[in-house]
């Protein structure tokens, strides 16, 4: 059973210079494609699950899904809510048995997202699950112009540095230029401010919207101190274009088309770890556990 913390994953990306892809899934299939990615690359992986799950009907019964198949693959595999919303949705997450949560407060005043992070922190570690938290904000790629292109939402390095002091998060989102969904336009990063935010802050950095960008600038964003890199979009898209297509071959079947998603997923999942550095880096110690504490 391979389930772990991503939390001592990342320490060893950060220090091995690559990062652990966090790909995300609405269903079965596209957590099977994200499995065979890893399984295939020997690399280590998140799978991240979307807060809206804590509310849905079929909430519990897709995460026992996920987690089961996160548990039996042959490399580690993290469980992770993604953007979660509430306290009460992390906390209910870690009664479900996610081994780590991201906390999103990018859009509350400072002192706000310091408090409720570090109450997060609190409850996670208090299970020995580790905490992403966000600071500054990424927006949506359709309106990248207006934000990303200018800078604006950008994190500060002065408010990095005091918000992980007081919270004790294990690792940190940064706004430096990416944005969530296809962008309009090009994406730039702002390397010059995310050695500033690293100068600062010591634990690993997580780059969320990273569908769209070049393998060069993953390469930089790397280099500068990001150890997870959020993949939804690229995995989407393939997955869509594949449906198309075989629904347009006169003799496609439910399963076919159904196997679409997984082949989709997987071949993008396979391309992002490559670029991420992550092919090859799945250790598992003697105990057979990989990196989880306890
Ligand atoms: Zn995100």
Request: charged letters at 20%; a negative charge.
């Amino acid at each position: 059973m391979s389930l772990v913390s991503m939390i001592r994953e990342l320490e060893k990306a950060r220090a091995g210079g690559y990062a652990v892809p966090c790909f995300d899934t609405f269903d079965m299939m596209g957590a099977a494609g994200i499995i065979s990615a890893l399984e295939a690359r020997r690399a280590p992986g998140i799978i991240g699950l979307y807060t809206r799950w804590m509310e849905q009907t079929e909430g519990r019964a897709f995460v026992q899904l996920v987690r089961a198949m996160a548990e039996d693959a042959t490399v580690p595999v993290s469980l992770v809510l993604d953007h979660g919303a509430s306290f009460e949705h992390c906390v209910k997450a870690l009664a479900l048995g996610f081994s780590d949560v991201m906390y999103d407060g990018s859009k509350l005043p400072l002192d706000e997202n310091i408090a409720q992070t570090k109450l997060i922190v609190r409850a996670a570690h208090a299970v020995g699950a580790g905490v992403e938290a966000e600071l500054g904000h990424v927006g949506s790629g359709h309106d990248y112009q207006s934000f990303g292109a200018l800078g604006k939402g950008f994190t500060d390095p002065a408010a990095a540095e005091r918000f992980v002091a007081e919270t004790g998060v294990d690792a940190l989102a940064v706004a430096i230029g990416t944005a969530h969904g296809q962008y309009q336009g090009e994406p730039r990063l702002a390397l010059d401010l995310l050695a500033e935010i690293r100068a600062r802050v010591a634990i690993p950095l997580v780059l969320h919207g990273g569908s769209g960008l070049a393998a060069t600038q993953f390469r930089n964003a790397i280099e500068g101190g990001v150890a997870k890199i959020n993949i939804f979009t690229e995995l989407a898209i393939e997955a869509r274009d594949r449906l198309l297509a075989e629904a347009g071959r006169g003799e496609a079947t439910l399963l076919s088309l159904l196997a679409q998603v997984r082949e989709g997923f997987q071949h993008q999942c396979e391309r992002h770890i490559d670029m991420f550095g992550a092919a090859g880096k799945a250790t598992l110690d003697h105990d057979g556990q990989s990196g989880a504490e306890g």
